[in-house]
């Protein structure tokens, strides 16, 4: 079967899911993860032919899509901040502005040269954790998280990008004191409200887990009231607190924070949307 008859099998069959361009982008993803074939080589060679045994694959990813599975369960990777990481349902599809959280981090630290002690509290894939401890070397780093699953995914991530993490299995809801003292803590909690389920895509809503996306629309702060007051008492005095934050609860957030004694800043990501809020830790 030529790539190209593939690719219009990929168009007909999910025209009326996504976008032409969408659907483009993911037969090329797919034909590079799955034959090493990018876009460029089938402009140049509208010939290819697809293998027997790989059309298999096609199929099965074709299916997937229908079914609007996130791409990068499908290739089964994805990159975060220039590091290639695994993933699957068990855990979230790391996200752009969670990079921009990463970056926020380096950029305060970046000449600090003391051995940081940095914990990431819900690591799910580990992305975070990872890329602090790959962009400072001499960090401990600590990553924690409920899920098991979730965990066997985030350490093999940490051998593959060849660092040291100290994994941990806890509920963060269920911890009374953090176990040591920290320079930095960085967390992506769930914070997406039941009432703003309206505004997800199918390939969220259907595929990615629940327990790392939403809170109840009651108490949607649960996971940053909860971890700010343990991390109030595990910071070293001024250390940071950093939050990828729900963008529609950002003021809300701020001020809870400010009211256990810290001191914040606000930053807006690249869409101009406050979605990340750093604390200075004002007493130990």
């Excluded at 960085?186 to 309206?198: A, D, Q």
């Excluded at 108490?219 to 007051?229: E, S």
Aim: with cysteine.
């Amino acid at each position: 079967m030529q790539l190209k008859a593939q690719k219009e099998l990929f168009l007909e069959t999910l025209e009326k899911d996504y976008p032409v361009e969408e659907v483009l982008s993911f037969f090329f993803l797919l034909t590079e993860a799955f034959l090493g074939v990018r876009r460029l080589d089938l402009a140049l060679d509208p010939d290819l032919e697809i293998e027997p045994a790989n059309i298999g694959r096609f199929e099965n990813a074709l299916a997937r899509l229908k079914n609007h599975e996130p791409i990068q369960y499908i290739i089964g990777e994805t990159e975060f901040f220039g590091l290639t990481f695994s993933v699957d349902n068990n855990v979230l599809v790391p996200r752009p502005e969670t990079e921009e959280l990463v970056q926020w981090v380096l950029e305060d630290f970046a000449l600090e040269e003391k051995s940081l002690k940095i914990l990431d509290i819900g690591t799910g894939s580990g992305c975070i954790a990872i890329s602090l401890a790959r962009h400072l070397p001499k960090a401990k780093v600590s990553a924690l998280d409920i899920s098991e699953k979730a965990l066997e995914i985030a350490k093999a991530n940490a051998k593959n990008n060849e660092v040291e993490i100290s994994f941990i299995q806890q509920d963060i809801l269920k911890t009374e004191t953090l176990s040591g003292h920290w320079d930095i803590i960085v967390s992506n909690p769930p914070y997406v409200r039941e009432l703003e389920k309206k505004e997800m895509q199918r390939n969220v809503l259907d595929h990615e887990p629940e327990t790392a996306l939403y809170v109840k629309d009651q108490d949607p702060l649960l996971f940053y009231n909860k971890i700010t007051k343990l991390a109030k008492k595990a910071l070293n005095p001024k250390a940071k607190l950093y939050f990828e934050i729900n963008q529609y609860l950002a003021e809300e957030t701020k001020t809870m924070m400010q009211k256990q004694g810290f001191i914040c800043e606000k930053r807006k990501d690249l869409f101009g949307n406050f979605r990340m809020l750093k604390g200075v830790a004002s007493t130990n």
